[in-house]
């Protein structure tokens, strides 16, 4: 894998870049599985986590992963901070870049500001979501996860359910596993699921048609309220009886014996039931687990422009 400063989406890599962070991300796993908890790959670099949207899952994953890796890691915390007071992105680029951090790890609920971030600092800054852009460390994990499932990628067919038009989560996943010869199709209401052409991704309106396709992984997504101006479908219940994993659904996928993954956090009783949490092929607790492998594989593999001993 060539020298590579930052990673904001999965279309900036090659397929090398791909299969060589999956590949260390096997390597990373075995070791905090194992007796090694921590190794000095980053001693001495600097890592800030700098999010203006709320998280849980992404921000510990990356910090976890961060300290595996033996750096040192400082939280941006947005609500305390001179953001709230005002603050441009750009002022507070010149401040992080005063600080000398080696690695930024940013969310943002406008698409584009890790990008922006990046071009301004000489450090190796992280996409961890913008807007309904991208969320390239989502799609490792993912990936990640299905390749631990089966072996292989290369011709599975995973169908990704509900929220699409909002989801960051769904873009950079399908462009991933598309790139790792996997098959993507979508389900949802159609007023979710965007009416992309020559994307070569089916688009399937019930749970029968995209049972039908064959699929070996049901991959769902959280309806994303936040995002929507007006309502997208009539109610919670409803949405559930239509697209959600109920326990009647949650017999047919283990008869298919299909495997459950979600991005989280879950909504109960919205997008999945009770039951399908506990269901023998449910892969959301070994998402949160490999996630730390896949985030110490992309910063294990980024090159930043400065060295935070030259402070």
Same mark, same amino acid.
């Given at each position: 894998m060539?020298?590579?400063?930052?990673?904001?989406?999965?279309?900036? #890599? =090659?397929d090398?870049d791909?299969?060589?962070? #999956?590949d260390?991300a096997?390597?990373?796993k075995e #070791? $905090?599985?194992?007796?090694? &908890?921590?190794?000095?790959a980053?001693?001495?670099k600097?890592?800030?986590?700098l %999010?203006y949207e709320?998280?849980?899952?992404t921000?510990?994953? $990356?910090?976890?992963?961060?300290?595996?890796?033996?750096?040192?890691?400082?939280?941006?915390?947005?609500?305390?901070?001179?953001?709230v007071k005002g603050e441009?992105?750009? +002022?507070?680029?010149?401040?992080?870049?005063?600080?000398?951090m080696?690695?930024?790890?940013?969310r943002?609920?406008?698409?584009?500001?890790?990008a922006v971030?990046?071009?301004?600092?000489k450090?190796?800054?992280?996409?961890a979501?913008?807007?309904?852009?991208?969320? /390239?460390?989502?799609?490792?994990l993912?990936?990640?996860?299905?390749?631990?499932?089966?072996?292989?990628?290369?011709? &599975?067919r995973?169908v990704?359910?509900?929220?699409?038009?909002?989801?960051r989560?769904a873009?950079?996943?399908s462009?991933?596993?598309?790139?790792?010869?996997?098959?993507?199709? !979508?389900?949802?209401p159609?007023?979710?699921?965007?009416?992309?052409?020559?994307t070569?991704? /089916?688009? $399937?309106?019930? %749970?029968?048609?995209a049972f039908?396709?064959?699929?070996d992984?049901? !991959?769902?997504l959280?309806?994303?309220?936040?995002?929507?101006?007006? /309502?997208? $479908?009539?109610?919670a219940?409803?949405?559930?009886?239509?697209?959600?994993?109920?326990?009647?659904r949650?017999?047919? @996928?283990? +008869?298919?014996?299909?495997? @459950?993954?979600?991005?989280? /956090?879950v909504?109960?009783?919205?997008? @999945?039931? +009770? #039951?399908?949490m506990d269901?023998?092929?449910?892969l959301?607790?070994?998402?949160?687990?490999?996630?730390?492998a896949?985030?110490? =594989? @992309?910063l294990?593999?980024?090159?930043?422009?400065?060295?935070?001993?030259?402070?």
């Amino acid at each position: 894998m060539k020298p590579r400063k930052d990673l904001l989406t999965i279309g900036s #890599l =090659s397929d090398e870049d791909i299969r060589t962070i #999956l590949d260390s991300a096997t390597a990373m796993k075995e #070791l $905090f599985t194992k007796s090694v &908890k921590k190794v000095p790959a980053l001693k001495g670099k600097s890592v800030l986590t700098l %999010f203006y949207e709320p998280s849980t899952r992404t921000h510990s994953s $990356f910090e976890v992963a961060a300290n595996r890796l033996s750096a040192d890691v400082t939280s941006f915390t947005v609500s305390t901070s001179s953001v709230v007071k005002g603050e441009s992105v750009h +002022d507070t680029i010149d401040t992080l870049q005063a600080m000398k951090m080696d690695y930024i790890i940013v969310r943002h609920k406008n698409s584009g500001i890790p990008a922006v971030i990046a071009r301004h600092t000489k450090a190796s800054v992280i996409n961890a979501g913008d807007g309904a852009h991208a969320h /390239p460390s989502q799609a490792f994990l993912d990936a990640f996860t299905i390749r631990e499932k089966y072996g292989d990628i290369s011709g &599975k067919r995973i169908v990704i359910i509900g929220d699409i038009l909002h989801s960051r989560v769904a873009r950079s996943t399908s462009l991933i596993l598309k790139r790792l010869g996997a098959e993507v199709a !979508y389900l949802g209401p159609g007023s979710l699921v965007p009416q992309e052409r020559h994307t070569g991704i /089916p688009r $399937f309106t019930n %749970f029968d048609d995209a049972f039908a396709w064959k699929p070996d992984v049901i !991959y769902l997504l959280r309806v994303q309220n936040e995002r929507m101006d007006s /309502p997208f $479908f009539p109610n919670a219940k409803e949405y559930h009886r239509i697209y959600g994993v109920t326990e009647e659904r949650l017999k047919r @996928i283990d +008869d298919l014996d299909l495997s @459950i993954m979600h991005p989280g /956090p879950v909504n109960r009783g919205v997008e @999945i039931c +009770d #039951l399908a949490m506990d269901y023998r092929n449910c892969l959301i607790n070994q998402q949160v687990e490999n996630g730390i492998a896949a985030r110490m =594989s @992309i910063l294990y593999h980024l090159t930043p422009q400065t060295q935070s001993h030259e402070a």
